[in-house]
């Protein structure tokens, strides 16, 4: 099988379980672990920010970020396709208070003119108030898009000027980062909070960091606690993040080439499927048209491939380290087959 569901479904390495063995653990809740204290300032460094916070899931740093800057009863705006509206099980709501309101964009990019016509903070006693606004880098449902980071300077002005926060949905801004050159705290610097997580195209087995200032992340660490998520010798898991971004950061632009071999691969087969120049990162959005994308998941799968609908008419294939630039080729065009409705060879 090549299972291009998500980069998500990597396990790790035989070098990496070596660096979790060795790690030097503490108690976190008494913040004395030295791998977790260690890998936190790591990457508040890498991001240009004060002070980070390790957590469990990209969707706990993310519930953290915007808590951290959305009050109970006031709105974040945010992508129509957003993670944190689509697949956070709605724990901005749920667990906050806090309400989303949602603009629409072709593939997830991000037009500060829309955000600005949008945003209204202090709005009085009759509407809702805009707190927070939130981006996504890489943007997943869109299709590994990357941000014009032109445009994220844009958003960041704007929301400085009306004095309302920015959260950065960055589980991918690894990827963005190898796919631009942008450095990361040239992203990270932009935004209020930041998430990124080890857990996708890094390769860790689990992990998130959230980056803000050291008055955030010392909220935030009370109410992580609060829902139930503070843990203890968390250093084997932090040593796990580490030992990716020195190993697996470096070679992120592998998987665009394979994602990159695999849309051409669908393309020559079925062209109307994919446009290729919407490819940049790790993420192919393939349009299955008439076919439904469950009959298309279902028949890659027969044929050894393991693809994820994600609407009626929306294939999502991920690459990562567990897939060769070959076997995306590979799967590439049994894909192609299945929607040029021949068969697959
Ligand atoms: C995977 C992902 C997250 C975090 O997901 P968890 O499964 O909670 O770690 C957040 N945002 C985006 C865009 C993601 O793709």
């Not at 890489?138 to 958003?155: A, D, I, M, R, S």
């Not at 009370?222 to 040593?239: H, P, T």
């Not at 999502?316 to 299945?338: I, K, P």
């Amino acid at each position: 099988m090549i299972d291009l569901r998500s980069d998500t479904v990597t396990r790790p390495t035989p070098g990496m379980l070596a660096a979790m063995a060795a790690a030097p653990v503490g108690d976190d809740v008494y913040g004395e672990d030295p791998t977790v204290n260690a890998l936190e300032a790591r990457v508040a460094a890498l991001l240009g920010h004060e002070a980070g916070l390790f957590c469990t899931t990209g969707s706990l740093a993310n519930l953290l970020g915007v808590w951290c800057l959305v009050q109970p009863g006031q709105e974040v705006l945010c992508d129509v396709r957003a993670h944190i509206a689509r697949a956070e099980m709605g724990a901005h709501g749920a667990l906050h208070g806090i309400t989303m309101r949602t603009w629409d964009s072709p593939d997830g990019v991000t037009d500060a003119a829309t955000i600005a016509g949008m945003i209204t903070p202090n709005a009085g006693p009759y509407l809702v108030s805009t707190a927070a606004v939130a981006l996504e880098n890489t943007h997943n449902f869109g299709g590994g898009t990357v941000q014009p980071h032109e445009h994220l300077v844009e958003v960041s002005w704007l929301c400085r000027e009306a004095g309302v926060g920015l959260h950065l949905d960055g589980a991918r801004l690894w990827n963005a980062h190898a796919a631009t050159g942008v450095a990361l705290a040239d992203y990270g610097t932009l935004f209020d909070t930041v998430n990124v997580c080890f857990s996708k195209g890094l390769g860790a087995p689990i992990g998130s960091m959230l980056v803000s200032s050291a008055e955030n992340i010392a909220r935030a660490r009370v109410q992580r606690k609060r829902l139930g998520s503070g843990w203890r010798q968390a250093g084997v898991l932090a040593a796990a993040a580490d030992y990716a971004i020195d190993h697996h950061l470096p070679r992120l632009a592998d998987d665009h080439v394979a994602a990159a071999a695999f849309a051409t691969e669908v393309a020559a087969a079925a062209p109307s499927a994919v446009q290729l120049s919407s490819v940049t990162t790790n993420i192919v959005v393939l349009d299955t048209g008439v076919l439904s994308a469950a009959d298309v998941a279902a028949k890659a799968a027969e044929a050894g491939v393991l693809v994820s609908a994600l609407g009626a008419h929306m294939v999502r294939a991920v690459t990562h380290q567990e897939v060769s630039v070959e076997q995306a080729a590979t799967a590439g065009r049994v894909v192609g087959a299945v929607l040029a409705g021949v068969p697959a060879t």
